[in-house]
Each structure stands twice: as C-alpha cells, then as structure tokens.
C-alpha cells in the first residue's frame, strides 16, 4: 500500500490526532480545549475553545516571515487591459486600511458584509478586511440578477454592502449598481452603506448619506493613519455565509467557520495540490462561487503561494490562447479549472494548437472540478499539455475535496471519468434509498459517515432546522451529498449526478426547482417543469416546458419570449435559460408526480422505459413530437 492509503487509513483510526496535527501548519492566538466536540453543534464542532483569525494566518504570518515582499495577488485582466501585482505587504496595508475604513462605518465582529464584485483585487481586500474584524463576509456572484441579490440581503442583513460600478463582461458592461439599487429597494433589511468601487469604464451614481466611493474612504482612513488590527474569533465562528443552490427559491446560506476552514485548505494545498509556499496557484474561477473563496483566496493565501485573480474568459479574451499565455507569463505551478472551460476551448482550437505558442514548463498539474470531468476532455487536456489532468470533486457544503488524486502525498493513476479516492476526513458510503450498502460498481446515493471533517458547513445560516431535512435526516449518522455514484474494485469513486433537481450548467450550481418556481408565476402559467438537457459545452441546459392555463390564446412564442426574460430578470443571466416549449400535457404519475427524468432522457435523445406508474404514456409522444419540430437548440 502506498502513501495515501497509510494517510487515510491513519486518519480512518484516529481523526482527531490527525487533525490535531494538520492544526500546527496554522497560528493560532489560543489553542483549542478539543480538536473535536461531539457535543456541540449539529455534528460535533472542531478546534472548540480555540481563537484564530483568518485574515492573520493569510497575510499578517506571512509577513512577519519575511515574505512581504513576494507577490500575494497577481490581477490579470484582459477584458480591461490591466495588471497589477500586489506583494503579502502591501496587501496586509490595503486591508489594514480597508478593515478600519469598515470599523469607521461600523462593522465589528459578527456583523454581516455582503461583497457584490468583479474579478478585481479590491474584491480580496474586502473579504480579507471583514475577516479582520471577525466580521461575516457574504460574496453574491455577479450573474446573478437583483432579485437574487435581495434574497441574500434579506437572510444575511448586512451592515454594509461593498461593490463596484461594473463589472466586464466581453460583449457587456455589467452596470452593477443599477443592480445594488434595485436589490435593496426589493429586499426589506436595508444596509447602512454602501461602499462602492468605481471603475474608469463606468461611474456609479452614489446616493448621500449611504454610499460612500472607495477610494475616497480609502484616501480618508489612510490620512487618519487608521489601521485595523486582527480581532481574535472563535474557531467555531463563522468567516463567511456563501449561498448556493437548494431545491426551492430560497438559497442555502452554508455557513464556514475560521478555525477547521483554516486547518482543512492549508491540508490540502500541500497534500492534494502539492503546492509549496511560494508557488504560484491559479484558479479560474469567480470569487462568487466556492472553488473562488477556497481556491483563488483562502488556501493559497493561507499556504502562502501566489495566487492569480484573472478577469477574462477562456476563449474571447482575446482568443483560445488566454489561458496558456497567463499560466507561462506567471510561471503557474498549480492550475484549476472547470470542464467546461477546457471544452470551450477544445472547441475553438481542437488540435490544442495555441499551447505551442507558450512555454509551460512550469506547470505541473491541471485540476478539475465543478461538475463532472468526462473522460474525452480530461485525455484531450491530457494530450495536450502532457500533464497530470486531475478531477476532483467537492460542494459548496464542503469547501474542499471530497475525493481526489492527493498530488502531494502520492500521484494515483488517473481513471478518466473519476475524482479518484476519497481524502481523508470523509469515510464515504453508497447506500440505497433504504440506506442499506449498495454491492461494488452498483450506482446509490453517495454519503458521508459523521462527523465531516474541519473546514465542512457546520450549519446553515439563520436556519439549523434545515440542516437535519437538508443533509441528515434521510441517512440517520450520515451526511447527503445528494450525489448519485459508485465505487470499482480498487476504490476509485465515480460520479454520476445529482438526486436532486440540481442541475449544473458551465460549472455553476443551479436549482430547477427555483426556476419552476419564477416559470409558474407567469399569468398564463398552469404548470410547469424544467430539466437539466444535455449541452455538449456547459454540461446541461435548462430547458423548460409549460402547460397555458385554459382560455389563454396568446402566441406560444410570446409567451415563451417572457419567460425567457422573466427567468433572466428574476435569476440571472447566469441561469442561461433561453428554451422553453408549450406543451399540452405533462406527463405525471398516477398520483401527480411530474416525471422530470423521462422529459430529460426524450430532450437528451436517450433510450427510456415508460415508468410503469404513468398515468397516460401518450404524453410522451406528444412532447418527443414538440421537440422534433423544434429543438432545444434551435
Ligand atoms: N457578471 C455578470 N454576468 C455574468 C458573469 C458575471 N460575473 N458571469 C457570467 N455572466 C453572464 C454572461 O455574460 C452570460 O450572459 P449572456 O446570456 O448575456 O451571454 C451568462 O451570464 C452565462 O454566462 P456563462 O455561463 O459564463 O456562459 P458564457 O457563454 O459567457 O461562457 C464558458 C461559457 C464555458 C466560457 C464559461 O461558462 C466559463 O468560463 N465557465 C467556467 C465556469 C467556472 O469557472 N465555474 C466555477 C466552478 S469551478
Ligand atoms: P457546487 O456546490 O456549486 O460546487 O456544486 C457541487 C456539485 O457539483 C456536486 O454536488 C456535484 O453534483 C457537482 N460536481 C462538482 N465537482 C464534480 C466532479 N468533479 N465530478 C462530478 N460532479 C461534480
């Protein structure tokens, strides 16, 4: 047995000695009273007793090591035409001066920020200045529309919201403050401030009394020579609420604390990424979304590596070449990035011609998660670059891989199509409905035993009744991951989807459910459902189907038109919901249930039973003849 397998199974006979160990690579101002308490919490708490502060462990430690002077933030901006290197330094200055500029608005420890930004550096100084305070930041992502915004305002009721004028999209300036007014005009907790950056491509209008331009309050703390220190949290205190996707309009806010959050991404930017301090580690991400806050900020800060924010796509900006010419002109160690990206880029430039254009030598290893990594883009990524292409797969919930090919402990041989094994803190399970234990290579319901490891949601924000329906009840002494898989005879996990009404469009986490929900409050609306079809670049699409209420006599195609603009209106441009079709029928079973996975295997051209319980199997001729006439793409 190799290395891995000795860590794991050390870890499998005494967690708490090796997460006590793990614990070391962090400072912290007072020690834990336990590694873990069975007693606290939903599950248990880690690090109880024990008081830290991210925003410490991420700059302040470093440069009191000496290394002030490497870059912490290389901000690489092509659809601005901008770049800009920030050392550990002048980043702890900037938030010094950030953080006390939030005090002076009266933030402090425990108070909600909500962060509303671009890919732009100033975006790392908010959340790093918030975790200064020991205050809770919560970033929103910027696809989102206002609507979605208010939501997350209403739950997390910030004292201050920090933005920015706009954020850049290839083909679009993205106003953001239009948004942020109309947000908060919508939700009803109001924010005392608002601090906005203002970009060259456009001013916001700031309204007295609450907005405030960050360069002026900025300009402002620095000439009063304010500086914030770190305020010592608990370990079990939250650092952010970043809410995602659940089954319904209303978002999960899963919560993180600082101490096990901490412990856990320092663990695996040296175990799973095999990264050393000093390296420079590049996620493709956005900060909205968790691989940003785990992987652009947080562990390669906490590790102290040089960690890159690239405000671009991977192909328009300029060309399928973008990513390989930021990966040789930092000398990249570590790269991440989603499937989908790398098949944006397959499809503009299949031979991988671009690669030859720059040297990458230095790039060790390529990363995937997000979605699923299906094998014919992890051997063309493979090929190409003649690298370790590694999939690895994790949740909002989690904040670090559940499973993956731990690089640093020992390279694993990759099977395409799996994210390897599980790591150590998850004691994975496949069960049936009835949670009895599925046979090997038989697909169930992918769970973990409890307790979850340190840097796991310990709950949800303002909300631990949701926790048991959510994660727990339905496996009593395990954790849902509301993943579908299996496990092959040498261990290796495969994922296969979710067994919820998830459904993941270019990488990002979406809940038809939540759609459902924007496509019946139409007026002509009776019913509706949406699915996850299959889309050969970002993985799925939603598609939607509706049934007129009796006596409507509008055209189809108007209707449909509104609703492509009310889902974009309510939810986003980032829902991509462009197709829905009128249909005369859903088809249900016998008592009711819309049979969405029948709609999905017709729309995706699969082979499908009738389900024995349908209550009029002429309906699926109706909507395969619905979408012969026209398709989903046209
Ligand atoms: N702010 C405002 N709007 C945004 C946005 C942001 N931060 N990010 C995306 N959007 C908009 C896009 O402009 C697009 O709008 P449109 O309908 O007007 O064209 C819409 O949201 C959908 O965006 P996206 O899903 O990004 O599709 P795309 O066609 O613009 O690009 C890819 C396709 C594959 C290049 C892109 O999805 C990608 O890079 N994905 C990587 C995913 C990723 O990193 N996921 C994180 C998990 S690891
Ligand atoms: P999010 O919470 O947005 O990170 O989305 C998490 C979901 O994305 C998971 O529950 C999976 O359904 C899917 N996912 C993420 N990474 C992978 C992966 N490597 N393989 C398969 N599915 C993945």
């Not at 529309?145 to 850049?168: F, Q, W, Y």
């Not at 007295?208 to 331009?213: C, F, M, P, Q």
């Not at 889902?567 to 980032?574: A, F, K, L």
Request: aromatic fraction near 8%.
């Amino acid at each position: 047995m190799g290395r891995y397998w000795d860590v794991y199974n050390g870890w499998l006979a005494d967690p708490e000695a090796f997460w006590g160990e793990a614990a070391k690579a962090v400072d912290w101002f007072k020690p834990a009273d336990k590694i873990f308490d069975a007693g606290s919490g939903q599950y248990g708490r880690w690090f109880a007793g024990a008081e830290c502060n991210t925003s410490y462990n991420c700059i302040d430690r470093h440069v009191k090591a000496g290394c002030g002077a490497q870059p912490a933030i290389i901000y690489d901006s092509p659809v601005t035409g901008t770049k800009r290197t920030v050392t550990y330094a002048e980043l702890l200055d900037e938030v010094e001066v950030f953080a006390a500029a939030l005090a002076g608005l009266g933030v402090t420890k425990g108070d909600r920020v909500v962060i509303y930004m671009p890919m732009v550096p100033e975006v790392a100084v908010a959340m790093l200045a918030a975790a200064r305070l020991g205050a809770i930041h919560s970033v929103v992502f910027g696809g989102f529309a206002a609507n979605e915004l208010a939501v997350r305002l209403n739950d997390a009721k910030p004292k201050v919201i920090v933005s920015a004028s706009c954020g850049i999209e290839p083909k679009t300036i993205v106003k953001y403050k239009p948004l942020l007014d109309a947000a908060i005009e919508m939700a009803a907790h109001k924010p005392a401030h608002c601090v906005v950056l203002q970009r060259p491509m456009e001013t916001a209008a700031l309204k007295a009394g609450r907005d405030l331009d960050w360069s002026e309050l900025v300009a402002k703390t620095r000439e009063s020579g304010q500086k914030a220190a770190c305020v010592p949290v608990k370990a079990t205190d939250p650092l952010y609420i970043l809410y995602t996707s659940g089954s319904t309009g209303q978002p999960k806010g899963v919560v993180r604390d600082n101490g096990g959050h901490m412990v856990a991404l320092t663990w695996t930017m040296r175990n799973i990424y095999g990264v050393a301090p000093g390296d420079v580690f590049w996620s493709a991400s956005d900060v909205g979304w968790v691989v940003g806050h785990s992987y652009i900020i947080y562990g390669p800060l906490l590790n102290g590596n040089t960690t890159i924010i690239y405000e671009g796509k991977p192909v328009g900006t300029p060309d399928a070449g973008a990513f390989w010419r930021v990966i040789s002109e930092y000398k990249v160690a570590a790269f991440f990035t989603a499937p989908t990206a790398l098949r944006a880029i397959k499809k503009e430039d299949p031979t991988g011609s671009q690669i030859a254009n720059y040297d990458l030598t230095g790039l060790r290893t390529l990363f995937l998660a997000g979605e699923r990594a299906d094998p014919d883009t992890v051997r063309w990524a493979e090929q190409a670059l003649g690298i370790p292409v590694i999939d690895h797969w994790w949740q909002t919930e989690t904040g670090w891989a559940i499973a993956a090919n731990p690089i640093g402990l020992e390279a694993l041989p990759v099977k395409p199509g799996s994210p390897t094994v599980p790591m150590p803190g998850y004691d994975i399970h496949i069960l049936d409905e009835d949670g009895h234990a599925v046979p090997q290579g038989q697909l169930g319901n992918i769970v973990v035993k409890l307790p979850l490891p340190p840097g796991c949601l310990p709950s949800l924000w303002n909300a631990d009744e949701r926790f048991g329906p959510s994660y727990t009840d339905h496996f009593p002494g395990y954790y849902k991951t509301a993943d579908a898989g299996y496990r092959d005879e040498d261990g290796y996990l495969f994922i296969m989807g979710r067994t919820d009404d998830i459904i993941n469009v270019a990488g990002h986490r979406l809940s038809t459910g939540a759609m459902e929900e924007v496509l019946s409050s139409h007026k002509d609306v009776a019913e509706c459902a949406v699915i996850g079809a299959a889309d050969a670049l970002k993985g799925e699409l939603p598609v939607g189907f509706i049934v007129l209420k009796a006596g409507v006599e509008r055209d189809a195609k108007d209707i449909e038109s509104e609703i492509v603009a009310l889902v974009r209106e309510r939810i986003g441009p980032v829902a991509a919901f462009k197709t829905v079709r009128v249909v005369g029928r859903l088809p249900k079973t016998r008592s009711g249930k819309i049979l969405r996975g029948t709609i999905k295997k017709i729309a995706d051209k699969a082979d499908f039973k009738i389900p024995a319980t349908i209550d009029d199997p002429a309906i699926l001729d109706e909507i395969g003849a619905i979408l012969s006439t026209r398709p989903i793409a046209g």
